[in-house]
């Protein structure tokens, strides 16, 4: 299982692929269903679609 928060290495976030189990070490946990990925200029905006419905997400 990987955690995804603020301290996640970017490294990390890359390596993370669909049907990984992952959590936000408080109400979200689930295998990924999708990724997306943006740059808004300043940060890298991850974006984790788990198969639950819920989203996780994380900025660097």
Same mark, same amino acid.
């Given at each position: 299982?990987?955690?995804?928060?603020? =301290? #996640?290495?970017?490294? /990390? %976030?890359?390596?993370?692929? /669909?049907?990984?189990?992952? &959590?936000?070490? @408080?109400?979200? #946990?689930? %295998?990924? =269903?999708?990724? =997306? &990925? #943006?740059?808004?200029? %300043?940060?890298? /905006?991850? =974006? @984790?679609? %788990?198969? #639950?419905?819920?989203? /996780?997400? &994380?900025?660097?």
């Amino acid at each position: 299982m990987i955690r995804i928060n603020e =301290e #996640t290495p970017v490294e /990390i %976030l890359q390596d993370i692929k /669909i049907g990984d189990l992952v &959590t936000d070490g @408080f109400s979200k #946990t689930s %295998l990924v =269903e999708s990724i =997306e &990925t #943006t740059d808004d200029g %300043l940060y890298k /905006i991850y =974006e @984790f679609y %788990l198969n #639950t419905g819920r989203v /996780i997400k &994380t900025k660097r």
